[in-house]
């Protein structure tokens, strides 16, 4: 299925009286519109290639209908979703759930939807079929060199895919560590995991970045390797330059100040990319801002700190993907809502008046630095970034379109209702 011009022009002719009045209303207040406008535009976020089908836990799966089959319909999923948003232009791949075996094909049609490729995923985490050694008691840090070679291996793999797909970073995320006490010498755990991904960077192109991704418990709930920020930026820093931490949100000990570590993460120039998702309990995976909007707002704002004073291009300069997948809502819809969670919360982080801001913390004015976070997370930005997508040729309103059309009919007519997808 396609979305065709005329359908979103349409629904946007329908809507735009009513947006114009709450756009103008919302706009008066902002001294800086145009450029707000133009940065919300110029902000694309990625699609995993793992949450376009129901996601499931390790009780069962509840598989969706019209999910999509291949790789190829995955893209076609991301297209109408950038059709309707214009804000998902990207895709990041997980390797081995989605295989580029025809890799300038793929880039094709990727480019006929406006989309391109962000970082790519390795996967260590399970056995594959025919695959030689078990990644049961690890990966990387694994006691026998054969088992931490074929992991080598397999990243610079995915190195390889990425390169054909024009992807220029690559995502390590690692489930080694341990389950119980005196499981692991984490000394010798952490320096072949050194070993491993030094190798692993030794492989990487001039232009390209490495992300080590850090998870606090699951799947081994004594230990992890890579467990948190600290461990991530001490690997990230003894490899170099082209190495950086990444932070998913949901990977965290409860109650995590996650703004703080991005805000010194990114004075350190090892902050590289994030995973967008919410949770009330440990790595939920769920919708972004559905749990703790406020929290994606602060974080937000560390980020816009902390980026304008070196410099950065908010769009370009870090990695912006989201890792959510759940059971019970359309794929295709939570992912509307996930990237329109996003958006505001970097709109109301653009308005914060960051020099009234700066002269009440020289103050130590505490109150009226709550007040000055609060103001911009309190205002309803929901028609700026309406109004982007608008300018942008995107719907006014793309989850009411996508249900008017009946997209997932459609899908279901085209791909059947027994379809299930690749990914957790
Ligand atoms: C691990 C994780 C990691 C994986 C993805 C499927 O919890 O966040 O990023 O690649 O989930
Ligand atoms: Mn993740
Ligand atoms: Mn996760």
Redesign the pocket.
């Known amino acids: 299925m396609q979305l065709e011009k005329y359908q979103v022009d349409e629904h946007n002719q329908s809507l735009l009286a009513e947006h114009k009045r709450r756009f103008e209303f919302t706009a008066h207040g902002v001294a800086n519109i145009e450029d707000v406008l133009q940065k919300l535009t110029a902000f694309q976020i990625a699609i995993p290639s793992?949450a376009l089908g129901t996601g499931g836990t390790r009780f069962g799966r509840f598989a969706g209908a019209g999910e999509p089959r291949s790789l190829e319909e995955k893209i076609e999923d991301i297209g109408l979703l950038h059709a309707l948003n214009k804000s998902s232009g990207a895709i990041s791949l997980?390797i081995p759930w989605d295989i580029p075996k025809n890799a300038d094909a793929i880039k094709i049609l990727a480019a006929q939807h406006g989309i391109r490729f962000d970082a790519v995923?390795s996967n260590t985490f399970q056995d594959q079929k025919d695959q030689k050694h078990s990644y049961k008691f690890g990966s990387l840090q694994h006691v026998n060199k054969a088992v931490r070679d074929q992991a080598i291996e397999h990243n610079l793999e995915v190195i390889h895919y990425g390169k054909a797909l024009g992807s220029d970073s690559i995502?390590v995320?690692l489930s080694d560590g341990s389950c119980f006490p005196g499981q692991l010498n984490f000394r010798k755990a952490f320096q072949h995991t050194l070993d491993g991904l030094q190798q692993v960077y030794a492989a990487l192109p001039d232009n390209w970045k490495m992300f080590v991704?850090y998870?606090a418990f699951e799947p081994n709930f004594y230990s992890m390797t890579v467990g948190d920020w600290g461990q991530s930026l001490l690997y990230a820093s003894k490899l170099g330059p082209k190495a950086y931490t990444l932070v998913?949100l949901g990977?965290h000990l409860p109650n995590a100040n996650i703004e703080q570590i991005v805000s010194l993460l990114l004075m350190e120039k090892k902050l590289g990319g994030f995973?967008f998702n919410d949770s009330k309990y440990g790595?939920d995976d769920l919708t972004v801002g559905s749990i703790r909007p406020y929290q994606l707002f602060l974080i937000f704002n560390e980020l816009i700190e902390g980026m304008d004073a070196r410099g950065m291009n908010h769009a370009t300069d870090l990695g912006w993907m989201i890792?959510a997948s759940h059971n019970v809502k359309d794929p295709l819809e939570d992912l509307l809502q996930s990237v329109e969670a996003i958006k505001l919360a970097y709109a109301q982080a653009l308005l914060v008046n960051r020099r009234e801001l700066e002269q009440a913390q020289q103050e130590n004015d505490v109150t009226r630095a709550q007040e000055i976070l609060q103001a911009a997370y309190r205002t309803d930005v929901r028609p700026l970034v309406a109004e982007a997508r608008l300018r942008a040729g995107a719907a006014l309103q793309p989850l009411t379109l996508f249900r008017k059309l009946k997209v997932r009919t459609e899908l279901v007519k085209e791909r059947g209702a027994k379809t299930v997808a690749t990914g957790?």
């Open positions: 793992w997980h995923n995502t995320w991704e998870k998913d990977h995973h790595d890792d957790l």
